[in-house]
């Protein structure tokens, strides 16, 4: 059965909200730009219901985005296996190297570098608080296992590394830093109060 749209008369829509979002992330990662309209042509959808879903492109790519980091750091934590401030450390490494590699994310910056910053590092946006709560999350799981005794608040400790991914990662392109990785790390280290290795 086709689902109905919440409390909206009329036509059923072709598709649900998941779906609509999972052809965004697939337009994502395959470099290509998500156009909402493109979208709800190809989803048999009306634009006035990606509209009701998603309110603006810049809704759709940052739930896009979101989803994407939770998935990865919560993935990437599960592989790395390992208690305490070292796992964590190692965790936030390889989410870091991943976001640098992902084709998607430098094209998204290349072509819309004002628009991608505001999506993913704004504080009223979708984006960064559902990385900095996923985070928070993590160092949290580590406090309560008694494996982790942060320098600070976990909310403090996780919005921090957040806002120093963001510059190190893909804000601050004029002081030289983009994508690098290896700086971002000994700072995180530094962070958690172990050695980067």
Avoid at 146 to 162: F, M, R, S
Wanted: hydrophobic fraction near 45%.
């Amino acid at each position: 059965m086709t689902p109905v749209a919440a409390g909206r008369p009329g036509r059923p829509a072709a598709c649900t909200r998941e779906e609509a979002l999972e052809l965004a992330r697939r337009r994502f990662l395959a470099c290509e730009r998500v156009d909402v309209q493109a979208l709800a042509r190809e989803l048999g959808l009306a634009r006035a219901t990606m509209h009701r879903w998603f309110q603006t492109r810049e809704l759709l790519l940052g739930e896009v985005l979101a989803e994407l980091a939770e998935e990865r750091l919560l993935a990437i934590r599960r592989e790395t296996g390992g208690a305490g401030a070292q796992a964590l450390l190692e965790t936030l490494d390889r989410f870091n190297r991943e976001i640098v590699a992902t084709r998607g994310m430098r094209a998204l910056l290349a072509q819309e570098q004002e628009r991608a910053l505001r999506i993913l590092t704004s504080s009223a946006g979708v984006v960064q608080p559902r990385v900095v709560a996923c985070i928070e999350r993590l160092i949290e799981a580590e406090v309560q296992a008694g494996e982790l005794v942060p320098p600070t608040p976990p909310d403090v400790l996780a919005y921090a590394i957040t806002r120093l991914g963001e510059a190190f990662l893909y804000n601050d392109a004029l002081a030289g830093i983009r994508g690098d990785t290896e700086r971002l790390h000994q700072v995180e280290a530094a962070l958690f109060g172990v050695p980067a290795q």
